[in-house]
């Protein structure tokens, strides 16, 4: 008998997704008016503890709501995380700017300590304004991505910003739902200590909506102006006037409606993938070759996405194991080029990436969907066990 095929990530809609898309449809508010939107909007802003939240098409369309309400334009520089998904960096480029590539620490996520050694190597502070010393430019804010669903360290790299004027914007398109449980910010969620938080509802996203994104802020200046940037920037409802270049990224109605109903699942969610994470800890770290990369302490991670270590001792090369694993009908995936190798970013400064790069050769992320049986993990368990003989 074939085996039956084990996705990487698949949503999950066990429950009421049919019955509110029904009442979006029933109401014929399909569009991106009716009551869904803002029913959304508020019900993510109450669950991490933001003070609003301004719903979006995608997690790429909202990150480029926050470089344009963090005032990031043609000319500046914002500090970037090379290992990371491109949609965390090409909103710099749609708003003008450059980014400048910082490597990552043990967590996956960009390293505080490497980003405080580029500053005090490349900029000087000027009229209050961050300045790299090398192009002239000035380095306006900072995106932090929460990697996998793990935390990136946020007292180190928020003191940075600080020090040296930076905006902050976190990219938690992966990490809806994680927050810390200990330390200054206990109690946090990730997307909420920075100025401007971004999270998206696409298909392998811990909840989706099909494809959206929600931006979260404390900031009213940040959300109304990106509210507005994101409806056409309507200044005058009845008489359709504009008063800066915006855009149509509106959350529709019935996507709204979708997220209504996985986020009351969420922390279910995030149980099942905590628990699962556990299991193949327990089966593959220290064994047959392998680690399992650990989530960081004092933090409930939504443990999003799996990252399955290969050690060189294995007698496999990574890609081939990832092959061996999809002929016996389990996906799994590399983790992400480097961004600074991508596009015509190799022109960009990048600082510190040895470890990033590191990683890049060694990760191999688990089938994780929120509806994975311990049997498949088994399964997938069995098979990697039997790769590392060879
Ligand atoms: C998914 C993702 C995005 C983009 O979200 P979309 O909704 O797919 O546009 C951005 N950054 C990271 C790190 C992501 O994983």
Request: charge should be positive.
């Given at each position: 008998m074939e085996p039956k095929f084990i996705p990487l990530s698949v949503p999950n809609f066990c429950g009421n997704e049919k019955e509110y898309v029904n009442d979006a449809v029933v109401s014929e508010?399909?569009?991106?008016?009716?009551?869904k939107v803002p029913e959304f909007e508020k019900a993510i802003a109450e669950y991490v503890g933001a003070a609003g939240a301004v719903a979006c098409n995608s997690g790429t369309s909202g990150l480029h709501l926050a470089m344009l309400a963090a005032g990031v334009g043609p000319g500046d520089e914002v500090i970037a995380p090379t290992?990371?998904?491109i949609a965390a960096v090409n909103p710099i480029r749609y708003a003008g700017a450059q980014p400048i590539f910082i490597g990552c620490g043990d967590s996956l996520c960009i390293c505080p300590t490497l980003v405080r050694e580029y500053l005090e190597a490349n900029a000087e502070m000027r009229d209050g304004r961050c300045i790299n010393?090398?192009?002239?430019?000035h380095i306006k804010a900072m995106v932090v991505v929460h990697v996998f669903g793990n935390m990136a360290s946020m007292p180190g790299l928020l003191e940075i910003a600080k020090k040296y004027n930076l905006i902050v914007i976190e990219d938690a398109t992966e990490a809806l739902g994680t927050y810390y449980t200990?330390?200054?910010?206990?109690?946090?969620?990730?997307?909420?200590?920075?100025d401007i938080g971004v999270y998206s509802f696409n298909?392998?996203?811990?909840?989706?909506?099909?494809a959206g994104g929600m931006v979260v802020s404390n900031n009213p200046e940040y959300l109304a102006h990106m509210k507005h940037l994101s409806t056409?920037?309507?200044?005058?409802e009845l008489n359709y006037k504009h008063d800066e270049v915006g855009y149509n990224y509106r959350l529709t109605n019935v996507q709204a409606a979708m997220g209504l109903a996985q986020l009351e699942q969420l922390e279910g969610f995030i149980e099942h993938k905590n628990r699962m994470y556990d299991f193949y800890f327990q089966r593959l770290?220290?064994?047959?070759h392998y680690g399992i990369m650990p989530f960081r302490e004092g933090v409930r991670s939504n443990k999003w996405f799996y990252s399955l270590y290969v050690y060189?001792?294995?007698?496999?090369?990574r890609d081939e194991i990832i092959r061996r694993l999809a002929e016996r009908k389990i996906q799994t995936r590399p983790i992400w080029?480097?961004?600074?190798?991508q596009a015509d970013y190799p022109r960009n400064e990048s600082y510190g990436t040895d470890l990033a790069r590191h990683y890049l050769d060694r990760i191999v992320n688990l089938p994780c969907s929120t509806s994975l049986t311990e049997e498949d993990a088994q399964r997938v368990v069995d098979v990697l066990l039997e790769l590392s003989q060879g």
């Open positions: 508010w399909v569009s991106t008016g009716g009551s290992l990371t998904f010393k090398r192009t002239g430019a200990d330390g200054p910010f206990k109690g946090k969620y990730a997307g909420t200590m920075g298909g392998n996203k811990i909840i989706t909506t099909g056409q920037a309507k200044s005058d770290n220290g064994k047959g060189d001792e294995h007698p496999l090369k080029g480097l961004i600074q190798d």
